[in-house]
């Protein structure tokens, strides 16, 4: 079966655009989960969604990101107003919650965003 | 807060060599540990797993014991191979999965 697709592959955008990262995440998986991995850095914990719900958004850097999940599968990620530090990869997971496997999140090829 | 830290790389060992990565963590719960690796090409992967204190998580002839009065975590494996080398991250989740903190990663580089 397919795994967890992300697109763009890559992005480069102009300082101040605003740009939409899709995440697909693997069928009947109900946890998504988003991070971002800048240059030499761990995984940074963005946002977690529960089918379409995200009981805590304290982990999105500002109010220029904005996250949503429609239909309890695809999910965006939008950046307004794109800053030079917002360049990263940009990643996204997904498991199987409410089974013994909770924890075991699925990992996609991430979105490389370069802001110029 | 939450947070892990773990030793910075990279690290370079012969094959046939120990191997150890270092992994600490700073929890306000009872955190749920992990060992990930991302392999060059590859998205991050699950390599094993503690849910509870002296729990031991194994795989692919990694360990790693959640030894909860040290507050560590650390990943051995007794021989490494070539096909080893990868980066390695340490992670570990609270509140039933909802949020995962990760290290900055491991590079790990096994030469023949």
């Known amino acids: 079966g397919a795994g967890v697709s992300q697109s763009p592959s890559n992005k480069v955008t102009e300082k101040g655009k605003d740009v939409e990262l899709r995440c697909d995440p693997i069928s009947g998986h109900t946890a998504l989960y988003w991070y971002r991995q800048s240059l030499g850095q761990g995984l940074e914990f963005l946002i977690y969604?529960?089918?379409?719900?995200?009981?805590?958004k304290s982990g999105l850097p500002s109010d220029r990101f904005s996250a949503e999940r429609t239909g309890g599968s695809v999910s965006t990620l939008t950046i307004q107003r794109t800053q030079q530090e917002d360049s990263a990869v940009y990643l996204c997971?997904?498991?199987?919650?409410?089974?013994?496997?909770?924890?075991?999140?699925?990992f996609g090829p991430g979105t490389r965003l370069t802001v110029t | 807060g939450d947070s892990v830290t773990q030793m910075e790389g990279p690290v370079t060992l012969s094959e046939e060599a120990f191997l150890t990565i270092n992994c600490t963590y700073t929890a306000t719960g009872y955190p749920s540990l992990f060992w990930y690796v991302q392999y060059p090409g590859e998205g991050l992967q699950l390599l094993l797993k503690a849910t509870k204190a002296d729990d031991k998580g194994s795989n692919k002839g990694f360990e790693a014991t959640y030894r909860k009065e040290t507050t560590s975590f650390h990943l051995e494996k007794g021989s490494v191979q070539v096909s080893d080398s990868a980066v390695y991250f340490c992670?570990?989740?609270?509140?039933?999965?909802?949020?995962?903190?990760f290290g900055s990663g491991t590079k790990l580089n096994v030469k023949p």
């Open positions: 997971a997904s498991s199987h919650a409410g089974t013994e496997r909770t924890y075991e999140q699925y």
């Open positions: 969604f529960q089918g379409n719900s995200a009981p805590d």
């Open positions: 992670a570990l989740s609270v509140s039933n999965f909802n949020k995962f903190y």
